[in-house]
């Protein structure tokens, strides 16, 4: 099995519960959901955040926004709105090192996070 918790999840060794799949992302619920809907969305190859996006193939960087629009859409999301957030680093208290994106919805949201 992968080092990699989201690696793991992506290859379907360590269970999630998904959302939205395609060749290239896997949504699923975050295991400690920080609002009603929460989401991380993941590319299936591997980097470690944002920082290292240019690492991924120019298909999966094409397809990253769009993927992560369908996923708030299928969750019900997009007619009250929903925000989408990732961390990199120590500052940002990014605490898995491979790309994901925060999905939150479902009530109104802090202003500050
Ligand atoms: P970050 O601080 O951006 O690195 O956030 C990592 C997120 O991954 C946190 O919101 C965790 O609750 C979430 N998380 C960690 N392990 C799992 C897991 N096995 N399944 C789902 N979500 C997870």
């Not at 960087?61 to 120590?90: K, Q």
Request: aromatic share 6%.
């Amino acid at each position: 099995m992968s080092q990699c918790i989201f690696c793991a999840i992506a290859a379907g060794d360590l269970p999630a519960e998904v959302v939205h799949r395609s060749e290239r992302f896997v949504a699923f619920r975050d295991i400690a959901p920080k609002a009603p809907v929460h989401l991380l969305v993941i590319p299936v190859q591997h980097v470690a955040s944002i920082a290292g996006a240019d690492g991924l193939d120019a298909a999966d960087r094409a397809e990253m926004p769009v993927f992560i629009a369908e996923t708030a859409r299928r969750a019900g999301l997009e007619d009250a709105g929903y925000r989408v957030a990732t961390n990199h680093g120590e500052h940002a208290r990014q605490a898995v090192f491979h790309l994901h994106w925060h999905v939150m919805g479902g009530a109104l949201l802090s202003e500050t996070m």
